[in-house]
């Protein structure tokens, strides 16, 4: 397994998702057609490291642990808030089924508190 092909991967995630936050700013009849794009890009990209053994992971939405294979780009300023969600990805973490490639980004949000 390469860890070149999991940093181009990250690369390419990330050309991916700012692509599909500027595609609302663009004019209705363009959309359509960037939009495929975008979910056949996505397509090949898992195609592609699936080959190697390995996958994407975006961890958008989900409680923040310790062991998860990403690093809190603000994990401080979420020190003594009981309950810690992903907001956003920044980063996705590439792994195997063998462990960890490469460590993903996210960034932290306070969740809410369950009853």
């Known amino acids: ?53 390995m996958r994407l992971v975006s961890f958008d939405g989900s409680a923040y642990e310790v062991n998860m294979p990403a690093t809190a780009v603000n994990g401080d ?5 009981a309950s810690v969600v992903v907001e956003r990805t920044l980063e996705p973490a590439v792994v195997s089924d063998h462990g960890v490639v490469l460590t993903g980004k996210v960034f932290l949000a306070a969740g809410q508190q369950q009853q």
């Open 1 to 53: 397994m390469s860890t070149t092909s999991a940093e181009l991967a990250a690369e390419y995630w990330k050309l991916i998702r700012a692509m599909e936050r500027t595609i609302p700013l663009l004019p209705d009849d363009m959309r359509p057609r960037l939009l495929a794009q975008c979910r056949y890009a996505n397509g090949r990209i898992e195609t592609l490291l699936g080959r190697e053994g």
């Open 77 to 81: 300023e979420m020190a003594g808030v």
